[in-house]
């Protein structure tokens, strides 16, 4: 079996191996000569030697810095650059390589001697590389990871809320499954006169979405969409009817739609006796479905009201007399043809009439 430097591994092998050294015609690169390293304890690297990449000299004058020439544990060369000062200083070493050589580097420097070069390699080295987790020997032994290793770990995991306190607290809230409190509260810690309406949206993509608006100015609720009662048993869109004149009780009264479209009302409390009102298509409304003639019109006292093209208007019927004080004003009566007139009384009392614009 052959190795890389085969000539120069034999006693005091570590003089030579892994040796940085100027060019045979000085440039700013380094060579490094053939070698091998164990790492890790178990892993053995053999180098065949290279060249390192160009180093490049500081350009402040009266400066200079210290480079540090490197190997991983995949034979390959790095330089590690300092920070150019007038004091330098030696870099921080990465945990992913092993130093061979410290180079000086001056303003100006155009090629690199062996009194630039200072010796960086232990004489028995065994460099531990970063790998990664799941290679590290022992890393499931009992205790191989305290947790006082990391950093603030600990305070950091006892200022975490525990799993049964979070699980108290999810308890109360509502999700999908609904919520366990006997009420919800929208718009939660409101105080003073409330100002802004507030909304129960649901989104319907590409459609209008649906929204339930309290209407804060207005008081009431307000439907964006239709409002449908499914349930035509137990669906009811009621209100409160108080009839303590004569001495009853409450009633409720519940608004309902026959599959003709008859419109009526029904006292929850008495199901059986519903009263619509109807309308055959001939433009007369009925006040009871059991009564054909029931007509609304023939219900109307001819004494104080009168149909007139379609619509119900109030007579006005006096039982003492009535004074106009206002000379301005007085009793308007419309002509045949439309035209306005309001009459008035001269000082003999001649009633004459002038027309309205």
Same mark, same amino acid.
């Given at each position: 079996m052959t190795f890389f430097?085969?000539?120069?591994?034999?006693?005091?092998?570590?003089?030579?191996?892994?040796?940085?050294?100027?060019?045979? &015609?000085?440039?700013? /690169?380094?060579?490094?000569?053939? !070698?091998?390293?164990?790492?890790?304890?178990?892993?053995?690297?053999?180098?065949?030697?290279?060249?390192?990449s160009t180093i490049v000299a500081p350009t402040?004058?009266?400066?200079?810095?210290?480079?540090?020439?490197?190997?991983?544990?995949?034979a390959l060369l790095s330089i590690i650059d300092g920070v150019a000062s007038t004091n330098p200083k030696i870099p921080e070493l990465l945990s992913s390589v092993m130093p061979l050589a410290f180079v000086l580097v001056k303003y100006g420097q155009t090629f690199i001697t062996d009194e630039s070069i200072f010796d960086a390699r232990a004489i028995f080295h065994n460099p531990s590389f970063v790998v990664p987790h799941n290679l590290i020997e022992g890393r499931d032994v009992n205790n191989a990871h305290p947790i006082n290793s990391i950093t603030n770990l600990r305070s950091e995991l006892d200022e975490k809320v525990s799993i049964?306190?979070?699980? &108290?607290?999810?308890? /109360?809230?509502?999700?999908?499954? !609904?919520?366990?409190a006997k009420s919800f509260t929208i718009n939660k810690n409101s105080v003073g006169v409330p100002l802004d309406d507030v909304f129960i949206n649901v989104e319907r993509g590409s459609l209008t979405d649906a929204?339930?608006?309290w209407d804060e100015t207005n008081d009431r609720w307000v439907f964006n969409e239709d409002l449908a009662i499914k349930d035509n048993s137990t669906g009811r869109l009621t209100g409160v009817l108080l009839q303590d004149y004569l001495g009853e009780s409450e009633n409720i009264y519940r608004l309902i739609v026959k599959q003709t479209?008859?419109?009526g009302v029904i006292n929850v409390n008495d199901e059986l006796n519903p009263i619509f009102m109807q309308s055959n298509g001939d433009g007369k409304v009925k006040l009871d479905s059991a009564d054909s003639a029931d007509y609304l019109e023939s219900?109307?006292?001819?004494?104080?009201?009168?149909?007139?093209?379609?619509?119900?208007?109030?007579?006005t019927v006096f039982s003492s007399d009535?004074?106009?004080?206002?000379?301005?004003?007085?009793?308007?009566l419309k002509s045949p043809d439309g035209s306005r007139f309001r009459l008035s009384v001269e000082n003999d009392g001649t009633i004459t009439s002038s027309k309205l614009s």
């Open positions: 430097g085969e000539d120069i591994k034999k006693l005091g092998a570590h003089y030579n191996t892994l040796r940085v050294l100027p060019q045979f &015609s000085p440039n700013m /690169t380094v060579k490094v000569t053939a !070698g091998s390293f164990w790492y890790n304890y178990k892993t053995f690297v053999d180098f065949p030697g290279a060249t390192t402040t004058q009266g400066t200079a810095k210290i480079v540090i020439v490197a190997i991983n544990k995949a049964s306190l979070l699980d &108290s607290h999810l308890n /109360t809230k509502s999700d999908v499954n !609904g919520t366990p929204t339930i608006q479209g008859e419109i219900k109307l006292d001819t004494n104080t009201l009168e149909k007139v093209s379609g619509k119900i208007k109030v007579k009535l004074e106009i004080s206002d000379l301005n004003k007085g009793v308007i």
